[in-house]
């Protein structure tokens, strides 16, 4: 399935956590589920902290690009922005915070939740619930500020 990440130009879809162009990455792919926002991501054994449970960096990353992802959705949807190809709006992780309520055991799919609690012209607040076997084992809080096309290009990139 599709997810806002597809619909990032390709400047922007080489993120480890999100990017569809990094092979090596988790390509997670974020989407509306009525107003809140979901996404699914099944860990490898390699994804381990210790036998039985997820590595916690992991998991802070999939809550950093799954807030990212969302605030995309959420400027989107407020600027009535119909995605095609490449329009998406994109917007980079100012603060990431994560608490840990309990273990996350490995070998099943996690899905994970969003909420999006302020939004402003620029910035978009998303309040994040992480689940295993139906378990709510983190909460995430991600603040997402949205960033020009040419964030990150050298600044002499058009004369080049
Ligand atoms: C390397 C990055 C790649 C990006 C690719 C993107 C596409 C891929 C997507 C995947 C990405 C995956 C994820 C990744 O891995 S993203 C990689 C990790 N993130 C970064 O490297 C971001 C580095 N920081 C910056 O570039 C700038 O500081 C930004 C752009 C964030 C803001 O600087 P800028 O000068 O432009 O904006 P502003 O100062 O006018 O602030 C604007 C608003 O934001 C509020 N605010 C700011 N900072 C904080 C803070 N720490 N806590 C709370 N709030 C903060 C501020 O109060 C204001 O709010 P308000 O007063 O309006 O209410």
Same mark, same amino acid.
């Given at each position: 399935?599709?997810?806002?990440?597809?619909?990032?130009? *390709?400047?922007?879809?080489?993120?480890?956590?999100?990017?569809?162009?990094?092979?090596?990455?988790?390509?997670?792919?974020?989407?509306?589920?009525?107003?809140?926002?979901?996404?699914?991501?099944?860990?490898?054994?390699?994804?381990?902290?210790?036998?039985?449970?997820?590595?916690?960096?992991?998991?802070?990353?999939?809550?950093?690009?799954?807030?990212?992802?969302?605030?995309?959705?959420?400027?989107?949807?407020?600027?009535?922005?119909?995605?095609?190809?490449?329009?998406?709006?994109?917007?980079?992780?100012?603060?990431?915070?994560?608490?840990?309520?309990?273990?996350?055991?490995?070998?099943?799919?996690?899905?994970?939740?969003?909420?999006?609690?302020?939004?402003?012209?620029?910035?978009?607040?998303?309040?994040?619930?992480?689940?295993? *076997?139906?378990?709510?084992?983190?909460?995430?809080?991600?603040?997402?500020?949205?960033?020009? *096309?040419?964030?990150?290009?050298?600044?002499?990139?058009?004369?080049?």
């Amino acid at each position: 399935m599709k997810g806002i990440q597809d619909y990032y130009p *390709d400047h922007f879809a080489q993120c480890y956590g999100c990017g569809r162009l990094n092979e090596h990455g988790h390509q997670i792919k974020t989407n509306w589920n009525g107003a809140e926002t979901i996404t699914k991501f099944v860990p490898k054994t390699y994804h381990t902290a210790i036998p039985g449970f997820v590595y916690g960096g992991l998991l802070a990353s999939l809550i950093d690009c799954h807030g990212t992802g969302s605030a995309a959705l959420a400027l989107a949807k407020a600027k009535n922005i119909v995605l095609d190809k490449s329009n998406a709006p994109r917007c980079v992780t100012a603060s990431l915070q994560v608490k840990y309520l309990k273990p996350t055991p490995i070998g099943s799919e996690i899905e994970i939740k969003g909420i999006i609690s302020e939004i402003t012209e620029r910035k978009v607040k998303v309040s994040c619930e992480l689940f295993a *076997d139906d378990m709510l084992c983190v909460t995430g809080e991600v603040i997402a500020v949205l960033v020009p *096309d040419n964030f990150g290009k050298p600044k002499n990139a058009n004369l080049q």
